[in-house]
């Protein structure tokens, strides 16, 4: 009995030293204290010179070092500065945290209050409500995985968000949203669900059952159009040509008529300005005003008809063929302020 209590009293001490061997070797050397010391008055040097990207580098190499609450202080005040503010939360919270644990940093604790105050105002707040009868969903914005639980608020910065829900034996819901500063939204995820194999068939009005008739029959307005302007293309040619046809036959007539006076021995302009012309020259006026007649019409015809195939060719160059989709995308909308901040290594 007595060894099976120093075996066990062993492993028992083996057990601790191993546990507390991460921690013994996580304790920076003085080398790499002074390298994140010279890191941070870099970082601090490039913060007054608002060169927020690359002081945040140098805080993330000091911090990988070492963490202190002035350190994550000054990182939170970069990527408050860049305009992310959760970020700017978490590392604020992280100096809270250091300095409640107990390290001293009375700088930082006298400005730490209110700078968290100032991002926490600015963030906006997205709380997911699921239907009841739900269970095991999973939440995704912008490809990230959420943890906070079902109907807590999750902090995100403001703009553009994709929301991908996800729940067992339904589809999958995806929105994108825009939040402004400040704002707190509740989206309501609403599960549709999966298409089974027995059920019907999804019912369509009769105006998507014509749409789609027309699309795959590829008989839409388009070629409606094409065909009523190549009936006018048609029609006006038709008309031309006829009169063109009347028109040669009124000549036939005045040519004829202008004969039958020169046949009298006169001049005919002059017999039919008598008093009494003779009967040809009621004849030859009726023929004259044929002619202009038929002349004038013709003109019509085929000016309708060039113009009718200009629009012709116009639509069958300039119409699409193919029928965009029409979509529907939701996105909800709903403001903050900076301060200068000082703090120590």
Same mark, same amino acid.
């Given at each position: ?21 991460? =921690? ?58 860049? !305009? ?97 500063? /400040? ?36 008989? /839409? ?16 040619? /038709?008309? /031309? ?44 006026? =009726? ?13 019509? +015809? ?32 709903? +403001? !903050? ?9």
């Amino acid at each position: 009995m007595s060894a099976l209590r120093t075996t066990r009293t062993a492993l028992c001490a083996v057990l601790f030293s191993l546990a507390l061997a991460p =921690a013994i070797r996580a304790q920076p050397s003085a080398g790499e204290l002074a390298t994140a010391r010279q890191l941070f008055q870099e970082a601090t040097a490039l913060e007054r010179r608002s060169a927020w990207r690359e002081a945040s580098a140098k805080l993330d190499a000091a911090l990988a070092i070492k963490e202190t609450p002035g350190l994550h202080f000054h990182r939170a005040h970069c990527a408050e500065q860049l !305009g992310e503010l959760v970020l700017a939360a978490r590392h604020y919270a992280r100096s809270d945290e250091l300095i409640v644990a107990g390290q001293a940093a009375p700088d930082v604790a006298e400005l730490l209050v209110p700078a968290r105050a100032r991002v926490l105002a600015r963030v906006a707040r997205l709380t997911l409500e699921f239907p009841h009868d739900v269970t095991g969903e999973s939440v995704e914005i912008d490809g990230a995985l959420v943890r906070e639980a079902p109907g807590t608020a999750v902090l995100l910065d403001p703009g553009r968000h994709r929301v991908v829900a996800r729940a067992p034996g339904r589809r999958d819901f995806e929105m994108e949203i825009t939040l402004i500063e /400040g704002q707190t939204q509740t989206l309501e995820v609403a599960f549709a669900p999966p298409p089974s194999a027995d059920s019907p068939p999804p019912r369509t009005s009769a105006l998507e059952s014509q749409a789609t008739s027309d699309t795959s029959s590829g008989f /839409g307005t388009r070629e409606i159009v094409l065909i009523g302007e190549a009936t006018v293309v048609v029609a006006g040619l /038709g008309a /031309g040509i006829g009169f063109s046809i009347a028109r040669a036959s009124a000549q036939d007539r005045v040519d004829a008529a202008n004969s039958t006076l020169d046949a009298g021995g006169g001049d005919g302009s002059t017999e039919c300005s008598d008093p009494n012309p003779p009967s040809a020259c009621a004849e030859l006026d =009726a023929a004259i005003d044929d002619r202009e007649r038929a002349a004038r019409f013709a003109t019509i +015809g085929f000016v309708t008809a060039g113009v009718g195939a200009i629009t012709t060719i116009l639509t069958w160059a300039v119409w699409p063929t193919d029928r965009p989709a029409t979509a529907l995308r939701v996105a909800p909308t709903v +403001g !903050g302020a900076t301060l200068f901040v000082n703090g120590a290594f």
